[in-house]
T-cell receptor, first 113, second 113 residues
């Protein structure tokens, strides 16, 4: 099993550009989520999904969209990048019956200039 | 306002010393987890505690969940350079399902040889 994979590893965007961060898991986990990590802030939940076709907002959803068409994939879209979205983004998955055990991907480091 | 407060934020010690990291909140958590994160990687789950007063041991690491399920501590005995990393606590508030976690801001631990 590859676990949770994220692409790209690094990305630089200009203000106003859009892009999609990819996340995939091969563990058949129902629950997937996106976090951003900023210095001194821990991880903050952006969006999450409890299964294919179901998504909901987390703590900091503004400026981001998600969709969940399959169990395996959970892409995060930045609609119009802003410097405040410079961060490290982590995708995580969790089996529904062990809701507190989260498996994280390696992260995407995004810089918006 | 951070729902989960971790202290200290930074800890720099010599190999062989003992240390304790604290995670406190005014909210009651149905479960609380501790993660360890190394540079350039995603967090990795160390332990989950779910019962007030619960104590779990993982080799030289001892985790405790407060009786009222509002706080937790991580104690490391005889720290080693390999313990260096970012330690994060994360709680699931009020029995919400599917692992919707709130993270503390983290404790950066450096263990010098």
């Amino acid at each position: 099993n590859a676990g949770v994979t994220q692409t790209p590893k690094f990305q630089v965007l200009k203000t106003g550009q859009s892009m999609t961060l990819q996340c995939a898991q091969d563990m058949n986990h129902e629950y997937m989520s996106w976090y951003r990590q900023d210095p001194g802030m821990g991880l903050r939940l952006i969006h999450y999904s409890v299964g294919a076709g179901i998504t909901d907002q987390g703590e900091v959803p503004n400026g981001y969209n998600v969709s969940r068409s399959t169990t395996e994939d959970f892409p995060l879209r930045l609609l119009s990048a802003a410097p405040s979205q410079t961060s490290v983004y982590f995708c995580a998955s969790s089996p529904a019956y062990l809701s507190y055990e989260q498996y994280f991907g390696p992260g995407t480091r995004l810089t918006v200039t | 306002t951070q729902l989960l407060e971790q202290s200290p934020q930074f800890l720099s010690i010599q190999e062989g010393e003992n240390l304790t990291v604290y995670c406190n909140s005014s909210s009651v958590f149905s479960s609380l987890q501790w993660y360890r994160q190394e540079p350039g990687e995603g967090p990795v789950l160390l332990v989950t505690v779910v019962t007030g007063g619960e104590v779990k041991k993982l080799k030289r690491l001892t985790f405790q969940f407060g009786d009222a399920r509002k706080d937790s501590s991580l104690h490391i005995t005889a720290a080693q350079p390999g313990d260096t990393g970012l330690y994060l606590c994360a709680g699931e508030v009020g029995g919400t399902s599917y692992g919707k976690l709130t993270f503390g801001q983290g404790t950066i631990l450096t263990v010098h040889p």
